[in-house]
Nanobody
């Protein structure tokens, strides 16, 4: 059974940094697309960053240049380094995994796929105060 466990959420001041972790259990991690999403009160769930199976990394425009997604060499833990945090980054952060692409690149538009993913973590809360 696939299981993802996030950690690292905390309360920080604007301009600060946090590193989130997502430990993966129960499957061949390296053969999965892995992503971070976030969900803030009053907003829809938002794709934040993704690592494709071939290692390609994609970021939401809102975090580009501030956040970095990575994985350890054993590909058992996914990370999200978050720098220059802003109050609008406040949200519950979730990691997700799937055998297919999570960020789908189309000819006319690209989008973050959320339905039917293999696994979701329970979430870790990030609060950024001004």
């Amino acid at each position: 059974q696939v299981r993802l466990v996030e950690s690292g959420g905390d309360s920080v001041q604007a301009g600060g940094s946090l590193r989130l972790s997502c430990a993966a259990f129960g499957y061949a991690y390296g053969r999965r697309c892995m992503a971070w999403f976030r969900h803030a009160p009053g907003h829809e769930r938002e794709g934040v960053a993704v690592i494709d199976i071939d290692g390609t990394k994609t970021y939401a425009d809102s975090v580009q240049g501030r956040f970095t997604i990575s994985q350890d060499s054993a590909k058992t833990t996914l990370y999200l380094q978050m720098n220059i945090l802003k109050p609008e980054d406040t949200a519950m952060y979730y990691c997700a995994a799937d055998r297919d692409a999570i960020y789908v690149r189309g000819w006319e538009m690209s989008y973050w796929r959320t339905a039917g993913l293999d696994a979701w973590g329970q979430g870790t809360l990030v609060t950024v105060s001004s």
